[in-house]
């Protein structure tokens, strides 16, 4: 993409921000809560269906899941701040985000399952119950999560500045580069500096930095080695914050289904539920990515290093702090 | 450094409404019935809840009720089934408003409730004394129906009034621009005041769909 295409995602997220501050969306919300309405009705009708035996009723069943999930992600929500967030705030390719915000989206279906056949169904809890377990237990802890992966990514910004504050202008001393390749993950724009650590972390176990000391290297554990590491945490944590917050509506079908004794359509239905959910959070990655490199591209060449511990710091304070509001709006 | 706030609005564009996540996850069709005494005064309010297809199905089956699948529910059933939404917590304010000229009206709790099965919907009515007599005059009573945690959508579909003849009722949809902007001053406020957390904006009420009564008397 060039600049001008670059830059066009940023004034895009940035006048979508407004619009939405504003109130602008309003009758889009509205129109959002209609066909929400629809679905649920929809979906009353597609499990009748599969109980009266209808031929393609399963398909339609998952049909109609998959659309509720995408309208029940629709209006802001926890998976989306988190992703948006760490989109921003970290130099991760799209293709990465995307997979997060799938593999969050299934996991979250999977713990309504888990929730509803482990603990509803063996400890014989009723919906109330087992909506309160996911309302007043499960959601503030990812919550919790939420806000401290924020917290982590503002930590590492303000590590990354600090880092910046004891080498002033340097051009390209080692220490830059260490520096810089630390804010970047490894696919940036400088293929030169970003293959070789790569395929030199393909040519080692990703083990721990003690087993690679010993190892004989006299530099320790590659740039690229600990990215994948912190990498992976990242996405634990990710993951885990948002799908530790079962959906109501996946809860809803699940405690229906497995009650009229069709419990395989549920769980089927719960998952298309998470498809329709990851698709909203990957869209919200893909804006966010966009804006993200719309403003590196306002910066010529080392701007682009300075900026990315701000944006890492204001996109992990954005997140815990919106995450921090949301518990107390819940309590 | 342009970027960088290009950045943060980015992200702003992302996280403004959250605290107004909850999406609803039941639908309810309400109707209001003003009802006035003989002496020109309004008494209470009757409310008909019809429930979406998906709770009603939902709630059904978990009680083991309709195990035939043919959406009629047997009258032993239904005795079984009436006041299932009826055994409100203390706290619950059971979700309907009244105000006179915009000064609250305090409502009873429910009574002589109702059930009934139509359509794959469940419907319940209840109904709500006001604590004393409402005289009218010439303002108007407006009764909201709304969920201040907004798990329940309320539409009003109808509005009534009983017992007088020259009073009209109209049913007020919500503005959803206008409600946000309440929702956004309302986290501007709480934003800037910790001690705020304790009583959260009722944002919901905003939201509210209302029936107003104004009679000529």
């Known amino acids: 993409m060039g600049r001008g ?3 066009a995602g940023t004034v895009l997220a940035c006048g979508l921000g407004v619009v939405w501050a504003l109130g602008g969306l309003g009758p889009l919300q509205g129109w959002i809560l209609e066909q929400q309405r629809a679905a649920q009705s929809a979906l009353a009708g597609a499990v009748r269906a599969i109980k009266g035996g209808a031929p393609m009723a399963l398909a339609g069943l998952l049909a109609v899941c998959f659309a509720y999930g995408f309208l029940h992600a629709a209006g802001p929500g926890h998976g989306k701040l988190v992703i948006g967030g760490y989109a921003v705030g970290r130099r991760v390719p799209f293709g990465r985000l995307a997979g997060l915000a799938l593999v969050s989206s299934l996991a979250q279906a999977a713990v309504a399952v888990t929730l509803v056949y482990g603990v509803v169904a063996l400890l014989g809890l009723g919906r109330a119950e087992a909506e309160g377990l996911a309302e007043e237990v499960m959601a503030p802890v990812g919550t919790l999560m939420v806000a401290g992966v924020g917290l ?3 930590w590492r910004g303000l590590r990354g500045l600090r880092g910046q504050a004891a080498q002033p202008g340097q051009g390209h001393g ?10 970047h993950h490894s696919h940036d724009h400088r293929p030169d500096h970003a293959h070789h650590p790569h395929d030199h972390a393909h040519g080692h176990s990703h083990a721990e930095g003690a087993v690679c000391d010993s190892c004989g290297h006299a530099h320790g554990p590659t740039l690229a080695e600990v990215q994948g590491l912190t990498g992976w945490r990242d996405a634990l944590a990710l993951i ?6 079962p959906c109501s509506g996946a809860l809803f079908l699940l405690i229906l289904t497995w009650q009229l004794g069709i419990a395989g359509a549920g769980i089927m239905g719960a998952f298309a539920m998470g498809l329709g959910t990851a698709m909203v959070t990957v869209a919200v990655a893909g804006m966010a ?7 590196l591209a306002t ?10 511990p701000w944006l890492e710091l204001t996109a992990g304070l954005v997140v815990a702090l919106a995450a921090l509001m949301l518990l107390t709006a819940g309590l | 450094m ?3 706030w290009a950045g943060v609005a980015g992200l702003a564009a992302l996280v403004v409404p959250l605290p107004a996540d909850a999406h609803p996850h039941i639908f309810i069709d309400a109707a209001i019935e003003v009802v006035f005494a003989l002496d020109g005064q309004a008494e209470g309010v009757r409310l008909r809840w019809s429930y979406d297809d998906f709770f009603s199905l939902t709630l059904v089956a978990e009680r083991g009720l309709d195990p035939d699948f043919d959406g009629v529910l047997t009258p032993e059933e239904l005795a079984q089934l009436n006041g299932f939404d009826m055994g409100w917590l203390p706290e619950f304010q059971g979700d309907t408003y009244a105000l006179l000229d915009s000064a609250p009206v305090a409502l009873s709790r429910p009574m002589d409730w109702t059930v009934a099965y139509e359509g794959g919907k469940l419907i319940s009515t209840h109904y709500r004394r006001f604590d004393a007599p409402v005289d009218l005059g010439a303002a108007a009573l407006v009764v909201q129906a709304y969920d201040p945690g907004y798990y329940t959508a309320y539409t009003v579909v109808d509005a009534t009034a009983k017992g007088r003849d020259d009073c009209t009722v109209e049913i007020f949809e919500l503005d959803r621009a206008a409600a946000d902007q309440i929702l956004q001053d309302a986290l501007a406020e709480f934003a800037g005041d910790e001690a705020a957390e304790a009583d959260f904006p009722a944002v919901g009420a905003a939201y509210a769909e209302e029936a107003r009564v104004i009679c000529e008397g």
């Open chain 1, 5 to 7: 295409a670059l830059m």
């Open chain 1, 174 to 183: 080692p220490a830059q580069h260490d520096n810089h390749a630390h804010h």
């Open chain 2, 2 to 4: 342009r970027a960088v």
């Open chain 1, 240 to 245: 885990a914050g948002i799908a530790i917050r």
């Open chain 1, 299 to 308: 910066l010529p060449g080392q701007g682009a290093a300075r900026l990315l």
């Open chain 1, 152 to 154: 982590w990514l503002a």
């Open chain 1, 289 to 295: 990515v966009w804006a993200r490199e719309g403003a």
